[in-house]
């Protein structure tokens, strides 16, 4: 498994994997994370363009696992409610972890990815936030280190759990 910036090549196994996590998220009672189609193709694609996704592929480079990444203060993450931040230092944050659930051990390549970005850039933080009835991230998410922080929301004003990973 390698992991590499997503190209407009990948739409389509993009829109294939944020489907089969739909599915999955709603099999395991999370059916509204992104019940309602997100990420949508436009929302993929735009990261895409912004050079924010990543893939996971195999050996015959066909993608099987995608996230984003971003280095610039997320907007969303400047309130945080029933909780704090372990530090206001600067972050790399992950977003979208998705999988189309064909290969094992997705987030520990996620976090690496991550790891290494955010050294090569000088940032000793990670942030992440998910879904409070996605369970499976909730455990994975633990289970990597990060310390829950509190309560964030998204644009739209959903709720989110909120994670910090001091590097």
Same mark, same amino acid.
Not at 10 to 37: K, T
Not at 82 to 103: C, F, K, Q
Not at 147 to 152: A, F, H, L, T, V
């Given at each position: ?52 996704? @990543? *893939?996971?592929? +195999?050996?015959?480079? #066909?993608?099987? =696992? /995608? ?6 203060? !997320? ?20 977003? @979208? *972890?998705?999988? +189309?659930?064909?290969? #094992?051990?997705? =987030? /520990? ?6 790891? !290494? ?40 004003? !959903? ?9």
């Amino acid at each position: 498994m390698q992991i590499r910036i997503a190209t407009s090549e990948d739409l389509d196994d993009l829109v294939r994997i944020y489907a089969a996590a739909r599915r999955y998220m709603a099999e395991h009672g999370n059916p509204h994370q992104w019940g309602d189609g997100r990420p949508s193709p436009e929302e993929i694609a735009n990261s895409v363009e912004e050079g924010a996704c @990543r *893939v996971g592929v +195999d050996e015959d480079d #066909r993608a099987h =696992f /995608s996230f984003t990444i971003y280095s610039e203060e !997320d907007p969303t993450y400047q309130q945080i409610y029933d909780g704090a931040w372990l530090n206001d230092e600067p972050y790399v944050t992950i977003h @979208r *972890v998705a999988s +189309d659930g064909t290969m #094992r051990g997705v =987030f /520990s390549s996620v976090l690496a990815r991550a790891k !290494d970005e955010a050294g090569k850039l000088g940032i000793h933080n990670l942030r992440i936030d998910t879904h409070n009835d996605n369970l499976t991230m909730q455990h994975v998410v633990a289970k990597a280190g990060f310390s829950y922080c509190g309560i964030i929301h998204l644009k739209d004003g !959903d709720p989110r759990l909120a994670y910090q990973l001091v590097l």
